[in-house]
């Protein structure tokens, strides 16, 4: 059974860069696309971008300039890195895949169980 | 942005009882909605995709309508497992985004 797992620093000061990785265990990472999301304490979730097996990337505009995604097909991993962090960017980062086609295409089937991040002095 | 609002935030309801969840797009979105529940300290777990299809292992108490801007999640009759937190998402269009979740309280 496919799963995810994220890691990450836990903590990282003011106007660093932070960089997560999330591992696929078992199956393919093609056929998919691999996403980051996030959700600070206490609120709602918040997709941040996506990355396809082609290295292929969609950002969210609100969070563009400072996040890059990236992909390692021979790994089974894909990142994120996420710069000039501020106390607003401390959150739970989820990675998370969703089908390319098909007819969950576009769903989030699969979730990793989150790694925290506080921004903090 | 296609912007995602769930009402009611949160819900107060009872073992047994039938609820519904609205959740309205910004703009039309087709049938690009999926629903998610949330439990304390867990990752979320997809629960209907495509507005009503049913994810593998979902209780068929579950259900989804809807279509265009307005949708809906219904449990048929609540079960002490089913109080979580629930999120409409749409898969319409890039960034993808989220309804701001409705919690389910006993």
Same mark, same amino acid.
Do not use: H
């Given at each position: 059974?496919?799963?995810? =797992?994220?890691? #990450?620093? &836990? !903590?990282?000061?003011?106007?660093?860069?932070?960089?997560?990785?999330? /591992?696929?265990?078992?199956? @393919?990472?093609?056929?998919?696309?691999?996403?980051?999301?996030? =959700?600070?304490? #206490?609120? &709602? !979730?918040?997709?941040?971008?996506?990355?396809?097996?082609?290295?292929? /990337?969609?950002?969210?505009? @609100?969070?563009?300039?400072?996040?890059?995604?990236?992909?390692?097909?021979?790994?089974?991993?894909?990142?994120?890195?996420?710069?000039?962090?501020?106390?607003?960017?401390?959150?739970?980062?989820?990675?998370?895949?969703?089908?390319?086609?098909?007819?969950?295409?576009?769903?989030?089937?699969?979730?990793?169980?989150?790694?925290?991040?506080?921004?903090?002095? | 942005?296609?912007?995602?609002?769930?009402?009611?935030?949160?819900?107060?309801?009872?073992?047994?009882?039938?609820?519904?969840?609205?959740?309205?797009?910004?703009?039309?979105?087709?049938?690009?909605?999926?629903?998610?529940?949330?439990?304390?300290?867990?990752?979320?777990?997809?629960?209907?995709?495509?507005?009503?299809?049913?994810?593998?292992?979902?209780?068929?108490?579950?259900?989804?309508?809807?279509?265009?801007?307005?949708?809906?999640?219904?449990?048929?009759?609540?079960?002490?497992?089913?109080?979580?937190?629930?999120?409409?998402?749409?898969?319409?269009?890039?960034?993808?985004?989220?309804?701001?979740?409705?919690?389910?309280?006993?």
């Amino acid at each position: 059974q496919v799963q995810l =797992q994220e890691s #990450g620093p &836990g !903590l990282v000061k003011p106007s660093e860069t932070l960089s997560l990785t999330c /591992t696929v265990s078992v199956g @393919s990472i093609s056929d998919y696309y691999w996403s980051w999301i996030r =959700q600070p304490p #206490g609120k &709602g !979730l918040e997709w941040i971008a996506c990355v396809y097996d082609n290295a292929i /990337t969609t950002y969210n505009p @609100s969070l563009k300039s400072r996040v890059t995604i990236s992909i390692d097909t021979s790994k089974n991993q894909f990142s994120l890195k996420l710069s000039s962090v501020t106390a607003a960017d401390t959150a739970l980062y989820y990675c998370a895949r969703a089908a390319i086609s098909g007819n969950r295409r576009d769903a989030f089937d699969i979730w990793g169980q989150g790694t925290m991040l506080s921004v903090s002095s | 942005d296609i912007q995602m609002t769930q009402s009611p935030s949160s819900l107060s309801a009872s073992v047994g009882d039938r609820v519904t969840i609205t959740c309205r797009a910004s703009q039309g979105i087709s049938t690009y909605l999926n629903w998610y529940q949330q439990k304390a300290g867990k990752a979320p777990k997809l629960l209907i995709y495509a507005v009503s299809s049913l994810e593998s292992g979902v209780p068929s108490r579950f259900s989804g309508t809807g279509s265009g801007t307005d949708f809906s999640l219904t449990i048929s009759s609540l079960q002490l497992e089913d109080f979580a937190t629930y999120y409409c998402q749409q898969s319409y269009s890039m960034p993808r985004t989220f309804g701001q979740g409705t919690k389910l309280e006993i």
